[in-house]
């Protein structure tokens, strides 16, 4: 049910074939993606920020999805770092959580990746559009774990981030300009959603029922969302600095998210 939820299409962006294919082969993937996220929570790298062409600035997708990973993990105990863009570090930073700029990958027991870009077969870096990214990428990071053997996990909604690169062939079978923007990065595991936030809130919730104990307590979508794109971040689509993400309307991440909640509570009663 989890997994349905957070890929409900409501963009109409050609997601729901991608899903679709990705769950027959990958009936557990969101089981597998809890199962090593709760094995691995010690020292936890999140990687996100997705610029938007042209002017190169962060999108409100991942950003909120990070957070939502950096509170579960200090839940269970653990420590947590985000590798992002100067204008997500000042749109988070009212959340207190921890940022870092040259991180040692083998230091840390799990990377994940939340809506950032990963690169092409090209070498290069493109939006859902098909446009070029020129700006500084991080999927490096997630290239340096895998060669280290450590975890990772991706987390992407459009075919053009880093973990995409496990369903390269879906993307461009589902997604307009997939054979353009295609990633050919891959994570170990790999979360699916129609928008990038409700996969890492997702996670959450099914490493949540797993573990047997609410990880995200108290989250506020509403209010996350306005602060971040009051100090900056800009909805994807509309390119503009609205509370919104992805284009869709607030009221919708918000139904999201108490959704999600209740099937947790429900799992946990």
């Known amino acids: ?10 963009g109409n962006r050609g997601t729901l074939g991608v899903y679709l294919d990705y769950r027959r082969e990958n009936p557990n993937f969101l089981h597998n993606s809890a199962k090593m996220f709760l094995d691995n929570y010690e020292r936890v790298l999140v990687i996100t920020g997705f610029p938007i062409p042209p002017m190169m600035r962060a999108e409100t997708d991942g950003p909120p999805g990070a957070l939502a990973l950096v509170k579960a993990v200090e839940t269970l105990g653990g420590t947590a770092e985000v590798l992002t863009y ?12 921890r940022f870092t700029d040259e991180p040692e990958i083998g230091d840390y027991s799990l990377v994940v990746a939340v809506e950032t870009p990963g690169r092409a077969v090209d070498g290069r870096y493109y939006s859902m559009s098909g446009m070029e990214i020129t700006r500084e990428t991080f999927d490096w990071a997630v290239l340096r774990a895998r060669e280290l053997g450590v975890p990772t996990i991706g987390i992407g909604d459009g075919g053009n981030e880093a973990g995409m690169g496990k369903i390269t062939e879906l993307t461009r ?3 307009p300009h997939g054979d353009r923007i295609a990633s050919i990065v891959e994570t170990d ?3 699916l959603s129609a928008v990038s936030n409700w996969g890492a809130y997702g996670l959450v919730a099914q490493a949540s029922i797993e573990f047997g104990r609410e990880l995200l307590p108290g989250w506020d979508e509403g209010a996350i969302v306005r602060v971040i794109s009051k ?20 009221d919708v991440h ?11 509570n429900e799992a946990l009663r």
């Open 1 to 10: 049910m989890i997994a349905h939820l957070i890929n409900t299409d409501v």
């Open 86 to 97: 100067p204008e997500v570090k000042t749109a988070l930073e009212p959340f207190g959580i």
């Open 173 to 175: 079978r589902y997604v």
């Open 189 to 191: 595991e790999l979360v």
């Open 231 to 250: 100090l900056g971040l800009i909805d994807g689509v509309f390119k503009t600095q609205t509370p919104t993400v992805d284009g869709i309307s607030l």
């Open 254 to 264: 918000e139904k999201i998210v108490e959704l999600l909640n209740a099937l947790v």
